[in-house]
């Protein structure tokens, strides 16, 4: 079993009485996204280490808790051994740390205890020199009886500094930080000030899961520009998807009509919407809604293909249009389910939407529907080969 401890104890800079844990961050506060990344990461418990209680510390934990039942208050040590399960496994978030999933993935699958340590002492993310060279970064991992030895210490010690010297003290493992976790935003923060700094570079990792050519230079993009304006506005993400849905509709209905260019310039607009919703509700940790805006992506797709070769259909007479769109969405479909690494190059519904744009634009439907069919015939066909390579 794992679980999780986030330090919320130290104050903010320029903000006398308020814990750093309650600044704002990414339309929350950065305490609930540190239990957002314990939890996303396999934490089955979460405890929050305090010095202080004050109402924004209560209500974050409590907002947190509406999502994770399991997030309680600690004062010490003590009380933290006496609530973890016997024999868990413990990750450790610093008071302020700012990082990213990547990074709590890769420590909550570590064998035994861990430190993540950067060897550059004036790195943002560097909290606490551990030898002559590396310094603590921020997370760690270790043993329930580590936690034990810290109860035994007198009451006046520093909660923090002495599990991170117990950890050092019993072996522990050093993972480096590399340098394209920190780039996405890893360090410790503590005016609001650094944590818009970092916010930005949180929200452009998040837009980056996605790796197909279309999202990696269109859509994320996009998403890009939009995302800090929405998440700094603290616009809920219902309505993004609400937007989306909106958008999606239109297009839809503008493809019914005949209007095959309209329609499907429309839809990019659509998937640019759903894909900032899809982002801003992993940042969230909304994962399920996040995975029905992707399908949303898919169905958007499949639904535009099928009205364009039904309405060729029903122009011309011939059966080809129809057909072809069919076997974009099936083959399309099977991509999804398909368990293989996605390529660059592989299509996705958001690529298929582009590919169509410019044939439906000149006039040139059916021959777009044919791409789209030899396109992901041929995605589908690498992903098999692909997963015949893994077995």
Do not use: C
């Amino acid at each position: 079993m794992l679980a999780g401890l986030i330090f919320a104890v130290e104050e903010a800079e320029g903000r006398p009485g308020t814990l750093m844990a309650t600044l704002p961050f990414g339309g929350m506060t950065l305490l609930e996204y540190q239990a957002r990344l314990l939890f996303g990461a396999g934490a089955e418990q979460v405890l929050v280490a305090v010095g202080k209680m004050t109402p924004a510390l209560l209500a974050a934990v409590n907002r947190a808790a509406k999502r994770h039942p399991r997030i309680e208050i600690v004062r010490s040590a003590e009380e933290a051994a006496e609530k973890i399960t016997p024999g868990a496994q413990v990750l450790v978030m610093a008071d302020g740390l700012v990082t990213t999933d990547p990074v709590m993935d890769k420590m909550a699958a570590t064998d035994g205890e861990a430190l993540l340590v950067t060897d550059d002492p004036t790195s943002p993310a560097a909290i606490e020199r551990l030898d002559m060279r590396d310094s603590w970064a921020g997370v760690a991992r270790i043993t329930l009886a580590q936690l034990g030895q810290i109860a035994q210490m007198p009451e006046d010690y520093d909660f923090q500094s002495a599990l991170l010297r117990v950890a050092a003290q019993s072996g522990a493992e050093h993972v480096p930080l590399t340098a394209g976790l920190l780039r996405s935003g890893h360090a410790v923060e503590r005016s609001v000030e650094g944590l818009a700094a970092r916010n930005t570079g949180v929200l452009a990792a998040l837009t980056e899961r996605r790796t197909d050519w279309a999202d990696r230079w269109v859509f994320t993009r996009a998403a890009r520009i939009v995302l800090p304006e929405l998440v700094g506005r603290n616009v809920p993400g219902w309505v993004v998807s609400i937007a989306g849905g909106v958008v999606s509709a239109l297009a839809l209905v503008a493809t019914a009509m005949s209007w095959f260019g309209t329609g499907t310039v429309i839809a990019v607009v659509g998937t640019a919407t759903l894909a900032t919703g899809a982002a801003m509700a992993v940042l969230r940790g909304e994962d399920k809604r996040a995975g029905l805006l992707e399908w949303a992506i898919f169905a958007l797709f499949a639904l535009i293909a099928i009205l364009t070769g039904w309405a060729q259909f029903a122009a011309t007479g011939s059966s080809t249009p129809p057909v072809l769109a069919l076997v974009a969405a099936a083959a399309q479909l099977l991509v999804e389910r398909v368990p293989a690494r996605p390529k660059r190059w592989w299509a996705s519904p958001s690529a298929h939407l582009l590919v169509l744009a410019p044939f439906a634009i000149a006039g040139f439907a059916t021959i777009g529907l044919a791409a789209l069919a030899i396109y992901s015939f041929a995605t589908l066909a690498a992903a098999v080969e692909g997963t015949r390579e893994k077995a």
